[in-house]
């Protein structure tokens, strides 16, 4: 035993308790911070799904490049994890007469730099899209209806628009508001470098690697957004992850604290680990497949021996009905989701505004659909390539895969190609497939009809992702008349009306819902959202 002279030992007895004493502070500090609303946590680091292609919030309306955007930028209505629009940069908006729109906007918010927002920078905000020429996946479809702009004052905004129209403030969700001194005269390419990446938004941009990551440090000036108050989390980073198994190894390897897109075949072992938490809910996606119905020879289909056909068959609608038929909804809900999907008969999932319950998914009866062929003047089938991303939606390619099975079992010989989404959506949008699964998520059924199965119309932004260009007069004409009522019992009414009178088109073949997930570290929390985004300021320590 080594002694001490007592003096000393009296010294190293009030060294000790010293020490403990400011262990035990500092401890019941940091508890205290982490339990404390707007309290800043050190790092989160998040793994996303699909690639971000660009950090510019007006150039390509794509999910993974929105969810991105909306950490660094915020829109004037903002929506909360049920798909409820609530207020964002404005504080309120009504009617002030058929055709015009008040807007009142909040009161000292800051811009990254420090400057005011003001009125300016939402005029500057809605007429970019239009500049943006070169855009591959536009957002002038959200500010076409608006006819002309009046600045009150600086926190007041009136909009006009050509024909009474109640879908303003909800278009007005996707455009991002960026700052006009900042954003003036910039290229897509000084957004992703930074330079004029200067939005309201909870985090601001330190780094943007395509391909790699995305670095955003705590808006420490943050006026609070939904949750009124500001992120937790000082740093955070989006790792680009879009391979299901690296995203799933950097999890468990303690390389990243969250990710989303959980493949089905993994959810099981993550909810039996003790040391991580799961969130689902479902979602406001639909899986579906666009049948080009607009060209006489459109590509990749032919006869089972190479030659081409002498008509495109996707534009009769027994042939269509045939590949619905073909469908096995229930199996690939079982199978490839492995439960966590809902077989679709619209084209939005139940709980989304406009959705019909009377619509119910098409039976599997590959006879019958044998027989819709055969009376289409198909007895023997055709040959076909079915597209598809590999990396954007949850088990997208083996559902394409499975998808090809079903086709063939009716006499469709099926070739499956599939690509990252990063190269997909570009070739899909520039008319390369003739069969193409896109997924599409929407706050209700008529918006949906109008971006997915409006006859394309660029003067007014309808049907910008109506790929196989179906056409009914009638639904068109339903839906201008659903967006000119504010009644929203009439507008819904009317919804329904338009979906019903365009899905007995087959003009699409509908697949299922997803169920959005997210897997985490026990130690933090998350709300699942409705609108499948990943928020970084919306997780939180437990």
Known sequence: MVSFHPLAERILHMLVQRARFVLTSLIVSALS???????????????????????????????????????????????????????????SWRPIDPTTWEF?????????????????????????????????????????????????DPW?????????????????????IVSKKAAA???????????????????????????????????????????????????????ILPEDTA???ALLAGDVDVIENIPTADLTRLKANPNFRLEQKVSWRTLFLHLDQYRDHPPQLADKSGKPLARNPFKDARVRLALSKAVNRRAIVERVMEGNAIAAGNLVSPPVFGHVAALK???????????????????????????????????????????????????????????????????????????????????????????????????TGYGAWNW????NPKVDALLERGFATLDEKKREA??????????????????????????MNKGIAYTARTDEYTFAHDFRPR
């Open 494 to 519: 009317m919804a329904r009306e338009a979906a019903t009178l365009a899905l007995k088109d087959t003009p699409v073949i509908l697949l299922h819902h997803q169920l959005a997930s997210w897997a």
């Open 468 to 471: 196989g260009r179906y056409s």
């Open 104 to 152: 009142k906007l909040r009161k000292g918010v800051k811009f990254h730099d420090g400057s005011d927002f003001t009125a300016e920078d939402v005029v500057f905000s809605l007429e970019r899209p239009a500049r943006l020429a070169a855009s591959p996946g536009p957002f002038t479809g959200f500010v076409k209806p608006i006819a002309a702009k009046k600045i009150v």
């Open 247 to 249: 995203r799933i190894a």
């Open 156 to 176: 007041t905004l009136q909009l006009k628009t050509a024909a009474p129209y109640a879908m303003l403030p909800y278009d007005l969700n996707s455009i991002f």
């Open 361 to 459: 998914p098409d039976a599997y009866d590959p006879e019958e659909a044998k027989k819709l062929l055969a009376q289409a003047g198909y007895p023997d089938g055709f040959a076909l390539t079915l597209y598809a991303p590999n990396n954007r939606y949850v088990n997208d390619e083996q559902l394409a895969q499975a998808l090809a099975q079903m086709l063939a079992r009716i006499g469709i010989k099926t070739r499956v190609e599939t690509m990252p989404a990063s190269v997909y959506f570009g070739k899909a949008r520039a008319g390369e497939f003739s069969l193409a699964m896109l997924g599409w998520g929407s706050f209700s059924g008529d918006l949906a009809l109008r971006a997915l199965l409006a006859t394309p119309d660029a003067a």
């Open 33 to 91: 911070l982490a339990g404390a609303p707007g309290a800043a946590a050190a790092e989160l680091r998040i793994g996303v799904a699909a690639e971000v292609t660009s950090i510019d919030p007006h150039f390509l309306n794509l999910a993974p490049n929105n969810n991105a955007a909306w950490h660094v930028f915020e829109a004037l209505t903002h929506v909360d994890a049920n798909a409820r629009l609530v207020p964002g940069l404005a504080l």
């Open 185 to 239: 005269g910039a290229a897509t390419e000084d957004f992703n470098s930074g330079k004029a990446a200067i939005g309201t938004g909870p985090y601001k941009l330190v780094r943007f690697a395509r391909g790699e990551r995305i670095e955003l440090a705590r808006n420490g000036a943050y006026w609070g957004g939904q949750n009124g108050k500001l992120a937790a989390w000082d740093k955070v980073t989006l790792r």
